[in-house]
Nanobody, 124 residues
Framework: QVQLVESGGGLVQAGGSLRLSCAAS????????MGWFRQAPGKQREFVAGISWNGGSTYYADSVKGRFTISRDNAKRTVYLQMNSLKSEDTAVYYC?????????????????WGQGTQVTVSS
């Protein structure tokens, strides 16, 4: 099992930026695909971005393409989500997740571990 701890959430004005980090424990991090998901009040949790085990492939939800960037540093066991041009509709709790496989894609993931979530609030 891998423990995931998110950080970097907060309150930001529309058009601003935030960088989320997810620190992982456990040896399986470097061989696992990682993803970011979010859940807004009253809505289902949704996929935001994913990255393959070596960072060679990345995937994004259509709603964040061109604004968000996912990256990882396997030496630091950390995955990042750079969020630019934030909109009020990006307000949600953001969760880091470890896939059980080396790759994941929108609608195609097998999550083994979840972080506790970090709140992102975008004021308009």
């Amino acid at each position: 099992q891998v423990q995931l701890v998110e950080s970097g959430g907060g309150l930001v004005q529309a058009g601003g930026s935030l960088r989320l980090s997810c620190a992982a424990s456990g040896r399986t991090f470097s061989s696992s695909a990682m993803g970011w998901f979010r859940q807004a009040p009253g809505k289902q949790r949704e996929f935001v971005a994913g990255i393959s085990w070596n960072g060679g492939s990345t995937y994004y939800a259509d709603s964040v393409k061109g604004r968000f960037t996912i990256s990882r540093d396997n030496a630091k066991r950390t995955v990042y989500l750079q969020m630019n041009s934030l909109k009020s509709e990006d307000t949600a709790v953001y969760y880091c997740a470890r896939d059980r496989r080396t790759h994941l894609a929108p609608g195609d993931y097998v999550i083994g571990d979840w972080g506790q979530g970090t709140q992102v609030t975008v004021s308009s």
